[in-house]
């Protein structure tokens, strides 16, 4: 009997840090749903009939004015905004580089918490303005083309670290609508696709990376439609009901195939070079 062909490994044989973040003070509501934004007014002492109501008027000052001041949402009654203010926060990653091209290209890198950092791009073309946003400190795939892939994976990025990454861009462009205006016009928009290709695998941090792009995409606040999302992942099995059915986002071009292939119960990368069975690959995305 033949012994089987080992197989090469998707995956460095590294030591993932776990992720560590500050423990009680204040939440912070970038990242929310609205489901766990609901519930921590609740738990916060917000009545329960009110709730749904008054995450309407945060969320629109949040993310469709881009407020971070619960002062200035002249909506909200003094009490309740004091009760926000002591309870919650509105927290972005931290820009600590900024660099612009000739061609208006703008490259961030941004501290998130523990200190960490990572990289987002704005690039600007004529009919549109991409944002690159990352998903992952380091990443555990070891492609080819990819520098990342070299570094070791430290932790995934919080919903509200992916959230932050295009709010912080809006504020660079001043992107953020006044009142009276309307964020129906996809021409006046300066931020128009976001494309999770910056460091790491956005599968390998389903949830978060899915929680953060259906608030990007909420009607109520930055609005960015299903098609302007892109996630080209290295490690998904097209065959695969589960991306299908829980997927946010699109492939990069509706003509173009994915870039894993299947073979009966077995992924197959085309860049990587490597395969795994599709049980592991698809693993990040069940439910």
Not at 35 to 62: F, N, S, T, Y
Request: contains cysteine; positive net charge.
């Amino acid at each position: 009997m033949t012994a089987p062909t080992a197989q090469a490994p998707i995956t460095q044989d590294v030591h993932t840090i776990p992720r560590k973040l500050p423990e009680g003070g204040k939440t912070n509501i970038i990242g929310l749903t609205r489901d766990q934004l609901r519930a921590a007014l609740i738990a916060a002492g917000c009545p329960e009939k009110q709730a749904k109501m008054r995450v309407g008027q945060i969320w629109q000052w949040v993310y469709f004015f881009g407020l971070r001041d619960f002062n200035e949402m002249t909506n909200l009654s003094k009490d309740f905004r004091a009760l926000l203010a002591d309870k919650f926060e509105l927290v972005l990653p931290e820009v600590v580089t900024r660099q612009v091209s000739e061609d208006g290209t703008r490259k961030y890198l941004v501290r998130i918490q523990g200190g960490h950092e990572v990289e987002v791009v704005y690039i600007p073309e004529t009919d549109r303005g991409t944002l690159c946003i990352s998903s992952q400190v380091g990443c555990t795939l070891t492609c080819s083309f990819c520098h990342t892939g070299t570094q070791k994976l430290v932790r995934n990025l919080t919903a509200g670290e992916i959230v932050g990454q295009v709010m912080l861009a809006r504020d660079d462009l001043n992107e953020w609508p006044v009142k009276g205006a309307s964020n129906a016009d996809p021409a006046a928009r300066l931020v128009s696709n976001v494309v999770l290709m910056g460091m790491g695998e956005p599968l390998y941090n389903f949830e978060n990376v899915r929680d953060a792009m259906n608030i990007v995409m909420d009607g109520e606040g930055i609005a960015l439609g299903r098609r302007a999302l892109r996630c080209p992942p290295a490690v998904s099995c097209p065959k695969s009901p589960a991306p299908r059915r829980k997927s946010v986002v699109c492939w990069p071009y509706p003509s173009t195939p994915p870039p894993m292939r299947c073979a009966t119960n077995w992924c197959r990368s085309t860049k990587s070079g490597t395969s795994r069975p599709c049980s592991m690959l698809c693993a990040p995305i069940r439910a």
